[in-house]
């Protein structure tokens, strides 16, 4: 489970990277961004009903992507907040392949951080 201070929680939170959010998609994930001015990055992730239509199934996809991320959070930049989306074919997805495609997604997003430690300002 993701820790407290990592979660996009409030409906005006997830508004304003909907409006104000830069895309990204790799594979079976995209994701939009936004910056915050807080000092960790906040993630959510949208499995929808197309997906499956069994809450179980929508349940697993989640907490999979979330486990691969908080793995991985020391590696993200902090200071944006981040909704993943997910598209159907994850269904059939190992944990392997799901984590693999969050992290290119996170490069090809500019999310993770650089060798030196250092937060670049272009997103």
Do not use: W
């Amino acid at each position: 489970m993701l820790p407290q201070e990592n979660r996009l929680r409030q409906d005006r939170d997830f508004k304003r990277v909907h409006r104000q959010g830069r895309f990204a998609g790799f594979g079976f994930l995209s994701l939009k961004k936004v910056p915050n001015q807080l000092p960790d990055s906040r993630l959510a992730f949208l499995v929808g009903l197309k997906v499956s239509k069994k809450a179980v199934l929508r349940n697993q996809v989640k907490r999979r992507l979330r486990e691969a991320t908080r793995k991985h959070l020391r590696e993200l930049k902090s200071g944006f907040d981040v909704v993943v989306f997910v598209r159907p074919e994850i269904a059939e997805k190992s944990y392997q392949d799901i984590e693999e495609c969050l992290m290119r997604l996170f490069a090809k997003a500019q999310l993770i951080k650089s060798n030196n430690g250092e937060k670049s300002e272009n997103y």
